[in-house]
């Protein structure tokens, strides 16, 4: 059984939505006129899937979809948007963020569950990129020297997808707190340890580190891991 949340304000809308609850597997655990700032009582009511009309308030419809798409926490809900019409804001959320699962003019209720369906059957698409990350990111990181046995060897394969998911929007600061969120740790832990993987790689093997430099810091290892990964194939 899928649990979804709603968010709309569209009274009618809404009484169908409910009227159609357990359709397709679906239940529907709750729903709300206003999109919420803090998404941890969505785990509590185990929510799978959140459907959300944007117009309500996209400046919190944009934070949603952002610490959806880039919080561990949340990552797996399933997030499906509403929009009546392609206006500037509309155009802004779809191209910022990356959003392609949303219903787009009139819809039905119905319209939403197959939505929301169709969704959840979908494969995460951050999954391949993960997984070369994983893999080849591993392969890169070996060959300049650094050893898989250290903290910060994780640590970097981690921040390397946190970089490529946001390209140069994100700063080191940011990338440091995500990673320690992930590998529950802290963010001057994380920072340490991949300087220190860096440092030792560098000391054994200076002709091995990726782009030969004198000293690398770690944002320029974890942009340059960036750069390579994109030379191999699948980053654009």
């Given at each position: 059984m899928i649990r979804a949340f709603l968010c709309v304000m569209d009274d009618d809308l809404l009484q169908d939505l409910i009227h159609l609850n357990h359709e397709n597997d679906i239940e529907i655990v709750g729903f709300s006129a206003a999109i919420p700032a803090d998404l941890d009582f969505l785990l509590d009511l185990q929510v799978d899937a959140v459907v959300v009309r944007d117009a309500i308030d996209a400046e919190r419809a944009d934070a949603m979809t952002e610490k959806i798409r880039n919080d561990p926490i949340y990552r797996h809900l399933h997030m499906i948007h509403l929009f009546r019409e392609i206006d500037g804001c509309t155009f802004h959320t779809l191209i910022q963020s990356c959003v392609n699962n949303y219903l787009l003019g009139t819809y039905t209720a119905k319209d939403i569950l197959r939505k929301i369906q169709d969704e959840m059957e979908t494969v995460d698409p951050t999954g391949d990129l993960v997984k070369f990350i994983?893999?080849?990111?591993?392969?890169?990181?070996?060959?300049?020297?650094?050893?898989?046995?250290?903290?910060?060897?994780?640590?970097?394969?981690?921040?390397?997808?946190?970089?490529?998911?946001?390209?140069?929007?994100?700063?080191m600061n940011e990338v440091y707190r995500y990673v320690a969120t992930v590998h529950d740790s802290t963010p001057d832990s994380v920072e340490k340890a991949i300087r220190s993987a860096i440092h030792q790689g560098y000391k054994s093997h200076p002709d091995r580190m990726i782009f030969h430099v004198k000293k690398p810091t770690n944002s320029w290892v974890l942009r340059m891991l960036i750069e390579v990964l994109k030379i191999r194939g699948m980053m654009g």
């Open positions: 994983e893999e080849i990111g591993s392969q890169i990181l070996i060959e300049s020297g650094i050893q898989e046995n250290l903290k910060g060897f994780s640590y970097m394969k981690t921040a390397a997808f946190a970089i490529a998911q946001h390209s140069s929007r994100i700063s």
